[in-house]
């Protein structure tokens, strides 16, 4: 049994509690938080399970690192605080830990890292012996081991084609949705998750990935965008500010987009009914092989008493709570999804 820490208990950190619970091989250890208020609680409240699991939470970083544990699903945001959630990355390898996170976008596509994030990754594998997978949904598993495992099963591949298609109005981070994303916001506000070159850096290595594992050269990385107003208010959502949004990542092969990750964001499904949807009407994840056969796979996953977001939040951490086993045999280092096998999960289960 591998002692495992899980660091951090949002939206993320509530699945990687019960994915570390019912891990056969893994034990939780200690559940690091930054709140005050979430000191001292118990891991099974925190992660939803109704029940306790005898294990306290903590904000004493320095104590649980200096105890050794084998492992630390790092589940804190890096979205606003990416150098922050780099150091505290950084500081669990140096102590000789396996980290497995989703929170540094940069380092999805490990090889083709800026040098700044790169190179203290590396040192600090060096130093404590630790390593390190970054992985999620998407970014993550919807755009690198599910395209490229349905890829194989095309004759010819025209393009590829990876989609999120989400109502945002299910997704637990307020903050997030009318800041980061621009929901409610006036058309002529600037919505940092689509501000230029930004949408490449969070999806452009996971462009790189896919056309490192094609065998193919990508003359260039393109981005587009396109937003749509209400039409009428939603709850706390005015008429006239921005309630969707449609974003791509293209990599450009030949001249022409083969490589396409896309995303369609909305807070109601009547603001843009043109653009594509999901099957439930709230949320998918669907890979589209352009080529002979036309490929066609959406994947719906819900958690939490039927919510997609936490269905989403949930399948990413099971790949990184999965990927455990695998670098506990490898040698230290830093890996991506090409490296890490997608193993088969386990009938059954333990419950939590």
Not at 151 to 174: K, M, N, V, W
Not at 269 to 290: F, K, L, M, Q, Y
Request: with cysteine; proline share 8%.
């Amino acid at each position: 049994m591998m002692s495992t820490v899980v660091w951090g208990t949002g939206n993320v950190g509530r699945a990687a509690i019960r994915a570390v619970a019912a891990h056969p091989g893994l034990t939780l250890w200690a559940v690091l938080v930054h709140d005050p208020g979430k000191v001292g609680r118990d891991a099974g409240e925190l992660g939803g399970l109704g029940h306790e699991l005898g294990v306290a939470a903590t904000d004493d970083i320095e104590a649980v690192l200096a105890a050794s544990p084998r492992a630390v699903v790092y589940a804190a945001s890096g979205d606003l605080r990416p150098d922050e959630a780099l150091a505290d990355v950084t500081r669990a390898i140096r102590a000789g830990t396996i980290v497995v996170t989703p929170s540094l976008y940069a380092l999805y596509d490990q090889r083709g890292a800026p040098p700044e994030l790169r190179e203290p990754v590396l040192a600090a594998i060096g130093h404590g012996g630790g390593s390190l997978f970054v992985s999620g949904i998407d970014p993550g598993w919807g755009n690198d081991v599910l395209p490229l495992l349905i890829s194989g099963l095309g004759t010819t591949i025209d393009a590829i084609r990876c989609q999120e298609i989400f109502d945002y109005s299910t997704y637990d981070q307020p903050d997030s949705v009318r800041y980061l994303v621009g929901m409610g916001q006036p058309m002529d506000y600037e919505p940092p998750m689509i501000a230029p070159t930004v949408p490449t850096m969070v999806w452009g290595g996971q462009i790189r990935l896919m056309a490192r594992a094609l065998g193919v050269e990508l003359d260039e990385i393109r981005e587009t965008r396109d937003r749509r107003p209400l039409e009428a208010t939603v709850g706390e959502f005015e008429a006239g500010t921005q309630g969707a949004v449609r974003f791509e990542v293209q990599g450009i092969v030949g001249g022409a987009p083969r490589i396409v990750i896309e995303h369609v964001t909305r807070i109601h499904p009547s603001c843009a009914p043109d653009w594509p949807t999901p099957p439930n009407g709230v949320g998918a994840h669907r890979v589209i092989i352009e080529g002979s056969p036309r490929i066609e796979v959406t994947v719906e996953a819900t958690d939490e008493g039927g919510n997609s977001s936490a269905g989403g939040n949930a399948t990413a951490v099971a790949r990184l709570v999965g990927a455990i086993d695998w670098l506990a045999e490898v040698e230290p280092g830093l890996y991506d999804a090409l490296d890490v096998p997608l193993h088969p999960g386990r009938l059954g289960g333990n419950r939590p």
